[in-house]
Nanobody
Framework: QVSLAESGGGSVQAGGSLRLSCAAS????????MGWFRQAPGKEREGVSF????????KYTGSAKGRFTISRDKVKKILYLQMNSLEPEDTAMYYC?????????????????WGQGTQVTVSS
């Protein structure tokens, strides 16, 4: 069972940046789909960005394209999400997730392991 722990959330003004981190442990497979979801109050959880550890390929959804960058440190087993040009609409709880499969489905139900989340608040 993969254990995930997020950190790096906080409060910033619009236009600012944050880098989220997700420390992963307990996995045996070298090929995981890992990613970031977010959930704003009253809204469904939505995918933001994903990386397949097998080949390093990445996927971005919606407004994350061009503003967010997903990456990982193989040695430290940490997943990152660099978020630039933040907007108030990015305010949400951000979750790290993983599944021992390719990133063929980017829906919450597809992912097996979840972190507890880290809050990101962007003020205008």
């Amino acid at each position: 069972q993969v254990s995930l722990a997020e950190s790096g959330g906080g409060s910033v003004q619009a236009g600012g940046s944050l880098r989220l981190s997700c420390a992963a442990s307990g996995y045996t497979s070298s090929s995981l789909c890992m990613g970031w979801f977010r959930q704003a109050p009253g809204k469904e959880r939505e995918g933001v960005s994903f990386i397949y550890t097998g080949d390093g390929s990445t996927k971005y959804t919606g407004s994350a394209k061009g503003r967010f960058t997903i990456s990982r440190d193989k040695v430290k087993k940490i997943l990152y999400l660099q978020m630039n040009s933040l907007e108030p609409e990015d305010t949400a709880m951000y979750y790290c997730a993983a599944v021992a499969r390719t990133c063929s489905v980017l829906q919450p139900w597809f992912f097996q392991s979840w972190g507890q989340g880290t809050q990101v608040t962007v003020s205008s």
